[in-house]
């Protein structure tokens, strides 16, 4: 088994498919669209893993969790970049692009080399070798 994909609804679904081209390489599908509920979406892949499905519809209300806390639920998804070198230059980056950095690069007690930051939306990336 393998995790096909994880959904994030979005205020704002073109920008969050700008960050996620940009920052991480995604490559996005064409918009679907279903006028009658509302609904739009687009799938992000990426070079290897699982893909992202990034979706709006007016209806969602905006989260209430306070994202500096941690709580029970999904919490965060991990993107590997392949070394430490590549962890502090997407932190590096990110940093000069003004993306907020809640984790240093850092080894953590597990053995992970990673740095923790907010997409632009407010949902944890941890990114890792």
Not at 29 to 39: C, P, Q, S, T, V
Not at 82 to 103: A, P, Q, Y
Request: net charge negative; proline share 2%; glycine share 8%.
């Amino acid at each position: 088994m393998r995790i096909e994909h994880i959904a994030i609804y979005c205020k704002d679904l073109e920008a969050m498919r700008g960050f996620y081209e940009k920052y991480f390489d995604g490559k996005s599908n064409e918009k679907y669209i279903n006028a009658k509920k509302g609904f739009e979406s687009y799938f992000i892949s990426f070079s290897d893993g699982a893909r992202l499905e990034l979706m709006q519809m007016a209806s969602i209300p905006t989260s209430k969790n306070d994202i500096y806390a941690q709580f029970t639920g999904l919490i965060h998804f991990a993107v590997s970049v392949g070394s430490k070198e590549k962890v502090d230059e997407l932190t590096e980056r990110f940093r000069n692009d003004g993306i907020e950095i809640i984790g240093e690069p850092r080894w953590t007690g597990d053995g992970y080399y990673e740095s923790v930051i907010l997409d632009i939306e407010g949902n944890r990336i941890e990114i890792t070798i």
